[in-house]
């Protein structure tokens, strides 16, 4: 890290900065997370300028360069760093079982390091790592298409008689690939049917529908009342 940095090396951190935060940015916003293209840049942004600010006060600091390393200036890209989990935790959502935005959390620190990296006048490590980063993010996309995760969901079947038995389900939903589970049963009120409640579990893709695909294979043969997929 240079101790006098120009005007000129300062716009070209500032730049970079810029370029790689819509770079990797511009994923999360294309798929149309919570923190898109504007939220990485200016995450990016603000490492950079406290890490630019940190190398403009390092000389007035009167000590010799080798005391550096404890200098209270220090202190401002820690704090930064540090400061990004309150953002990156308000980007995860959880809703039951199913955790969301866990990758958009490590995206914002990912634009942070690159941020400092940039302002501190570390270029082609920035740069790397911003290449590496989209790298990830995009391959993750056709990583979904065919990396098969379990899935989980809960569906309602209204019933006249004694709930249908859980492996009945399962040999229906067996080339889904899909599993079931009898978890409760509610008698009639008025107005109302009785119905009963399984729980499933199946493996497919990130990105493949079967949602839709379960759902139509049990109306062909049980009158369903409600499907909720967890994940």
Known sequence: MPLHPTVSDIALRIVLTLIAGAAIGYNRERHGRPAGLRTT?????AACVAM????????????TPSSFSVMDVMRLPLGILSGIGIIGAGAILRRGEMLA???????LWMATVVGLAMGGGQIVLGLTASVIAVAVLWSGVWLDRWLKTEHRGEVVIERSGDPPEAGELARLL???????????????????PATATYRLRWQAPTDADRALDLIER??????????????
């Open 218 to 231: 049990l109306k062909a043969s049980y009158q369903i009342v409600s499907v909720t997929i967890e994940n």
């Open 41 to 45: 840049v200016l995450v990016a942004l």
């Open 101 to 107: 935005g866990v990758t958009t959390a490590a995206t």
């Open 52 to 63: 630019v600010q940190m190398n403009e006060l390092l000389p007035v600091g009167g000590k």
């Open 174 to 192: 067996q080339p889904l690939d899909c599993r079931a589970r009898l978890s409760g049963t509610a008698a009639p009120e008025p107005d109302k």
